[in-house]
């Protein structure tokens, strides 16, 4: 069999190989798929019961499985655990969510209508390398939960955590249910977004592939669900207590080293408070501890590949060049070999410099001064992205007030980066299409039919 090598990003040691998928094994993966896909659509309750024995199997194995997971991506393995203890609760939700197959409208004159849902068929699941399981949990989860079928394509860096995910799944599901192809290209997440077996195309990645990923599927009129870039603000308000707000910001900027969609990605802060707030993001930041994902001191793991840390190394300096300060970090410090960035502040005067504008996807975060509140929220909301942001402030009630009027999928309050299962989650306008999470999740997966009966006599 042909393989291609996985290389641990914090010692560029190899890790493993991992199965070359081609284009036969598609192939096989849609029959596999397509002899089990009504036996497993028509029974419900052992549906239920396979997924709540699979989450139970995942927590079980959480050790190991994060384990896998760390040494690929690089995250600290408590992350890396988090990822598989949240597919567990997801399976879990969804194994337990009530839902209609068929709902009666109400009656008419000559008619009876009814609604019915129904699995959409063979999705297919292609997830970025920055949370591979915790992005594959939350399609797989409520897709098995709707009775549909499922090939996922991981990353080409990450495939051997999500192999060893749906290993243990498929203990407890039929052969055929749940199914992965890998590659170390892009042919096999094109040739699945082109299939015209595969119904629906479920996608967590850049804005970028969102946009080919909807071109590829088009021609055979998939569903799709897309969840894609941010660049997401906090918006610190003159009331906010800087030293816990740099705490709550700082662990969710510098979360698997800032490698998250819905991550603060800005920081803007009344420009009378800038030097405060540095100073409160200096001292946070300097509590990080970076290192190896597996050493249990270890707060802040390695960018996942070379090209991340170029990209992060490029805007850090453009934005000095633009007028930025660099209050900590600006460098790679760690004295392991892989692609390690130290945690950065940086005080930017320049609201136009790309670390701001743009999506930077690392540990480094730029810190601009705002003088007007009302024309902040009108320049964030001309933004192309609309996935998160948040507001800080110690008047709660202003602080709602001013999340009312942010176009974005979710707007927290003194705090960021925090999911819930039951709710949804999407973004605005280039940051995706559809949600997942919550019953609204689940609805990305069913197609409806109406059945719509004439009365022959009244009775
Ligand atoms: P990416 O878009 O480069 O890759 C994502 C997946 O698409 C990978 O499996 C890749 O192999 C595949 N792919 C690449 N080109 C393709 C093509 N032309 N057709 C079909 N598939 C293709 O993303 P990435 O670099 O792995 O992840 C980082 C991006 O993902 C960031 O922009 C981040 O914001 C976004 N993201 C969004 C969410 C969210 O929920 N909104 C969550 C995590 C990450």
Redesign the pocket.
Known sequence: MRTFNITDPASLELVDHAPWSSAEDLERAVQESQSISRVWAKNRDARREAMRAAAADLRLNVGTLGAILTREQGKPLLEAETEFMTAAELLNYYADLEWDESTELPERSGRSVSVQQLPVGLVGA??????PIS?LG?KVAPALAAGCTVIS??????PLSTLAYAQVLQRHLPKGVLQVLT?P??E???A??EHPAIRKIS????????V??IQ?AAPTMKRAT?????NDPAIILEDADLEATAQGIVASAFRNAG????AVKRVYVPQARLDDCIEAFTAAVGRLTVGHGLDATTTLGPL?HQN?LNRVRELVDRAVVDGGTVAIGGASTCDLPGYFWDPTIVSVPDPETPLVSE?Q?GAALPIVGYADLHELIESLNADAFG?GASVWGADEERASAIAQHIEA?TVWINQHTVVEVDAP???WGH??VGR?RGRWGLESYLELRTINRRRLSQR
């Open positions: 292609i997830t970025p390398w920055n949370f992005l939350v394509k991981p990353a080409a860096t990450t590659d290209g892009r096999m997440s094109v699945i977004s996608f967590t990645g850049s804005t970028e592939v969102g080919a990923m590829q897309l969840e894609l870039g941010g490698q998250v969609c819905m996942h991340q999506e996807f996935l999928g989650f999407g973004g940051s995706g997942e």
